[in-house]
């Protein structure tokens, strides 16, 4: 290494092509994540951009961008910054009146997988992280997401607006602060449309990195609607290990094609049950949510293990990645929403514009 030669713009970049992204799998150059670097007498300082606060791989980026910066002839001295920015998808989202960077749908074929416990731990984790997330509890005829987020009402109306209730970072708006506990929901499709549409339109969302979108179960109004009036980042596939939730799991994915909706991947819930020797039991059998997702050639996100603890949760309205973080199950949770949004903001990234470097010396 010649010291007295002189580091370049050009020569810096070269050396961070080498870097990847562990979660994106593509170098920081491509990705557009380097911002302000400046080159001084040998000391080169920039900042990496994080598409998602969500990302616990951040020590090793360091390490890997400061290595390889180091490498380059000229430079004496490197100092590496972190922001996050949730890159925008860019679909134009007219129902909100306020920035939604992106927002993604949790369906299963069936009733019983655990998709609403999924949507919830997946947007607290988001949030937890640093992200600015919503959570909307769109299964109009059985809304459980209050329940399992401790809120029992919202607060007043701002102007013409409603105020969604907030619980551990998250807005939430639901049916379930509309209507009297047990009261029945006998709606046809146009009022679950309107309802939908209300949800969206008449809220005070603000500005949400994420928007995470807790859908009945099934394929019928409410997904519909939707999807045609909402453009989606991507869906989220819940599914259990056995053939009957398999086959259910298949249509909701098929739904999302038809609609024109990315499928963001599969996640298998229940997988398996740890026991107190520490053997696996696997209550519905194996591997059923990789095969589904190898067939329909989407990504497999992960599995979730059974675990007391999440009803424990659920019921006492703390979700199981605060309940219980160092469980197996509440780990397994907040690695799947580090992976969606990973492929959240991959999708986003592939039409995202140039970001720009600002060079100095």
């Known amino acids: 290494m010649t010291l007295h030669s002189k580091a370049t713009e050009t020569d810096v970049l070269n050396a961070l092509r080498k870097v990847m992204d562990p979660e994106l799998h593509k170098d920081l150059v491509t990705l557009n994540m380097i911002r302000d670097l400046q080159i001084r007498d040998g000391r080169v300082s920039l900042t990496v951009m994080l598409t998602t606060p969500a990302c616990p791989l951040r020590d090793q980026l360091e390490e890997e961008t400061v290595r390889a910066v180091r490498s380059v002839p000229g430079v004496r001295e490197a100092k590496v910054n972190f922001d996050s920015s949730v890159p925008s998808d860019g679909k ?24 609403t416990t999924v949507a919830v731990n997946i947007a607290v984790s988001l949030a937890q992280a640093g992200a600015r997330v919503g959570l909307l509890d769109a299964d109009i005829y059985g809304p459980n997401v209050p329940v399992m987020m401790g809120l029992t009402s919202m607060p007043s109306p701002q102007g013409n607006k409603l105020t969604p209730a907030e619980a551990f970072g998250v807005k939430v708006m639901s049916i379930g602060f509309l209507v009297r506990p047990g009261q ?157 949004a990973a492929q959240v903001s991959l999708a986003a990234l592939s039409e995202s514009p140039a970001i720009p470097i600002k060079t100095v010396g």
């Open 184 to 340: 029945p929901l006998i709606w046809r499709g146009p009022m679950l449309h309107s309802a939908i549409r209300q949800f969206l339109a008449d809220v005070a969302w603000g500005e949400l990195d994420y928007l995470v979108v807790d859908l009945p179960p099934g394929t019928g109004d409410a997904q519909l609607s939707l999807c045609q009036s909402f453009p989606l980042t991507g869906g989220l596939i819940v599914t259990l290990p056995q053939q009957v939730s398999l086959d259910d799991a298949r249509r909701g994915l098929e739904m999302f094609r038809a609609l024109e909706v990315p499928i963001l991947g599969v996640v298998e819930n229940m997988s398996y049950l740890v026991l107190p020797d520490g053997k696996r039991m696997d209550v519905f059998g194996n591997g059923g949510g990789e095969r589904l997702a190898r067939e329909a050639e989407v990504p497999f996100l992960g599995e979730i293990p059974m675990d007391p603890a999440v009803r424990i949760g659920g019921d006492a309205g703390v979700p199981v990645v605060l309940s219980d973080p160092d469980s197996e199950v509440g780990k397994s949770l907040r690695e799947l929403a580090r992976r969606v």
């Open 92 to 115: 134009v989202r007219g129902l909100i009146s306020m920035p939604v960077r992106s927002a993604l749908a949790v369906a299963s074929g069936k009733g019983g997988v655990g998709k």
